[in-house]
């Protein structure tokens, strides 16, 4: 086996590229079979049969979770150990305009390309995490322990232009039910408490709270029911509200200010509110660790397996490269297929395209 790092990393691109055309066929079979959270089963199935034929010894239903999979490849107490992360969970009504199906093949893909050329001298896994648009599948994996080990964790994710690392923004998700009292709208208006009325009034008052936020923050919301009959007055309106920030604490102080924009608009109508979470494997997703703790595990991984630097993890990983493309007129990529203009479609085939990585480290 080749020792110098040059050597790896030539060895790598080539056998990637030998073994590409699967993983693009199983990217756009997944493209066009698209599945919601939790119910990923066809494209789950896939992907962890793909990486078992490849010798990695898969498990499934991971973490009560029947879509999550785990592929393993290398001794349990081999060093470093590096987990790739597979989403493959869909958009309602848009597909996999997030490009997951992306994520869940070059993880895949990049994982085996990287078991090859280290022969069972690192651990190499696959971590199969279902339902990231709504649920938050690594956050359950997190607290199930599948991290627990794990050096470093990286994906690739599709973009519009290409990045060594994205910054990530916290999410907490809120969901107000306003109720009221329905009436006759026609006859009778005066005997009805409207709770749309009150939802969009919640609207008017988020909007007003956007000037003052920090510029990173976001806050976004629908209405999800809003009455039933234009001549009836509404008893029942329900909203789903996503609040993102970078900065842990100040996310919970604007997640406040959103439930007292929803809270005013309950005390100017007179209609109750209910104010919930959306079902989630956790409610509040923490923004990414520290450049300090990346640099902790970076030292780790450059220390290699038996005193040799056989892995460099900077921005890249063992010159494993990888491209994102929007459009057919992309020079790093050879194809693509599209849904929606924001689907992007890269994988492993030059290696002198680009790595797109969103990174999380575990600390120690």
Known sequence: MTTTLGA??????????????????????????PELGLQEEKASTWLAQAVERHGFTVTRNVARLKTAFIGSAGRKTARPSI????????????????SHNLIGAAAGLAAIGVAHVTAGAARIQV??????????????????????????????????LTLGMRPAIG?????????????????VPERGVNALDAMIQTFNNVAMLR??????????????????????????????????SKDTAYLRQLEKKVVACARA??????????????????????????????????????????????????????????????????????????????NAAFFFSSPKTAFNLRTSFSER
């Open 265 to 342: 608009a309950a005390l100017a109508t007179g209609a109750r509110l209910d104010v919930s979470s959306v079902q989630c494997a956790d409610d509040r997703h923490d923004d990414v660790r520290s450049r300090a703790t990346r640099r902790g595990a970076r030292g780790r991984i450059q220390r290699g397996v038996g005193g040799q630097r056989c892995f460099t993890i900077r921005e890249n990983v063992v010159g494993l490269r990888a491209c994102t493309a929007r459009t057919r007129s992309s020079p790093f990529f050879p194809f693509t297929r599209a849904r929606s203009a924001s």
């Open 83 to 98: 987990a790739f992360l597979a989403e493959y969970d869909a958009l309602p009504d848009l597909g996999h305009a997030c």
């Open 8 to 33: 790896r990393k030539k060895a790598l691109v080539g056998f990637i590229d030998g073994i590409m055309p699967e993983w693009k066929d199983l990217a756009l079979r997944i493209h066009d079979h």
């Open 127 to 160: 971590v199969g995490c279902p339902a990231e648009e709504f649920f938050g599948g690594k956050a359950r994996l997190l607290k199930s322990g599948v991290f627990r080990g794990v050096d470093v964790a990286l994906m690739a994710h599709g973009y519009y």
């Open 211 to 244: 000037q003052q936020v920090r510029q990173e923050a976001r806050i976004h919301g629908i209405i999800t029911d809003g009455g039933r009959a234009a001549n009836v007055i509404p008893d029942y309106a329900r909203a789903e509200f996503y609040v993102r």
């Open 171 to 187: 999410r907490a998700s809120v969901i107000f039910e306003f109720h009221g009292k329905p009436a006759y709208a026609s006859t």
